[in-house]
T-cell receptor, first 115, second 114 residues
């Protein structure tokens, strides 16, 4: 079984500041990890994913995340926040497998960006 | 590029009424999912269909039924709606059964049950 913990239901930053959204996971098997973003009144969109290979993965809109197995973490970062980054962000985990596996989502972190 | 289309976008029901939420995808994906999203709870899986002809329960299946009508369509039915089922419902699809395949989401159905 897998689980995800996102630290902080709300994170506030100023425009131009570093964005750091924290995600820790629990998995009994090697994980695949995802970050999704949800803008108001829309569905979720994939930001980036880690499956195998390089542990630092780059996504859309300047976001990146680093898989740290020893810390069971997959934190999302962006060097400089933009007003358009204000949204809710979800971390998700699934079991790395050649067979079928469902996603388990964290409870989400709302990112607030002030001018 | 429609992607995943959900209908209706909004609905208000009375307790005890029934309703079917529709979902269709045009990406030729094999797998489809239904989630509910409640404040502070993230997304919770209701049912999924790994491939055409199969359906399985997720984390919160009670009070719901699903039908995988064909490869494109996956519907969610509430037989006797309850206020606890007030939520935003999302349908999603993914290309294959591999765990690395990302899911693509519709824009949701906002359902209120009085």
């Amino acid at each position: 079984a897998q689980s995800v913990t996102q630290l902080g239901s709300h994170v506030s930053v100023s425009e131009g500041a570093l964005v750091l959204l924290r995600c820790n996971y629990s998995s009994s098997v090697p994980p695949y990890l995802f970050w999704y973003v949800q803008y108001p009144n829309q569905g979720l969109q994939l930001l980036l994913k880690y499956t195998t290979g390089a542990t630092l993965v780059k996504g859309i809109n300047g976001f990146e995340a680093e898989f740290k197995k020893s810390e069971t973490s997959f934190h999302l970062t962006k060097p400089s926040a933009h007003m358009s980054d204000a949204a809710e962000y979800f971390c998700a985990v699934t079991a790395a497998s050649t067979g079928y596996s469902t996603l388990t989502f964290g409870k989400g972190t709302m990112l607030l960006v002030s001018p | 590029n429609a992607g995943v289309t959900q209908t209706p976008k909004f609905q208000v029901l009375k307790t005890g009424q029934s309703m079917t939420l529709q979902c269709a995808q045009d990406m030729n994906h094999n797998s489809m999912y239904w989630y509910r999203q409640d404040p502070g709870m993230g997304l919770r899986l209701i049912y999924y269909s790994a491939s055409e002809g199969t359906t399985d329960k997720g984390e919160v299946p009670n009070g719901y039924n699903v039908s995988r009508l064909n490869k494109r369509e996956f519907s969610l039915r509430l037989e006797s709606a309850a206020p606890s089922q007030t939520s935003v419902y999302f349908c999603a699809s993914s290309a294959g059964q591999g765990a690395s395949q990302p899911q693509h989401f519709g824009d949701g159905t906002r359902l209120s049950i009085l």
